[in-house]
């Protein structure tokens, strides 16, 4: 949390995803690039698997969606990425409606 908040004393983060302000408790590091998949591919992408620029912080429910495939999240640039809903019904979920206003839409963190 350093990494992308500058301390780890604040009292307030936000999830990189919706944008919701949370506890850091109420929070939980993924990978974007998944720890299964060829290592080999790493390298091309120029990232490192458990380097800050591979991981995204997000709510439990949305780490626990992206690992089903529901959404994704693809580089669009350096530091760009775009959320894409993989599974419309997910947006269904009351607690996902904050991340239908982000889908398709750019990111930067």
Known sequence: LVFYYGSNSETVYKCMVT??????EALVAGHIY???WPK???????????????????QPQ??????K??????PEGP?????HVLYPQFLNDP?????????GQ???W
């Not at 949305?62 to 690992?67: I, R």
């Not at 530091?79 to 959320?83: A, E, N, P």
């Open 19 to 24: 944008g919701t302000e949370c506890s850091k």
């Open 34 to 36: 998944r720890q299964q």
């Open 40 to 58: 080999s591919m790493l390298a091309r992408f120029n990232i490192g698997l458990h380097k800050p620029e591979n991981i995204i912080i997000v």
């Open 62 to 67: 949305l780490e626990k969606a992206f690992d």
């Open 69 to 74: 495939w529901q959404w994704v999240v693809l």
């Open 79 to 83: 530091d760009d990425y775009k959320i």
């Open 95 to 103: 607690m996902q409606q904050y991340i239908a206003g982000h889908a």
């Open 106 to 108: 750019g990111m930067r």
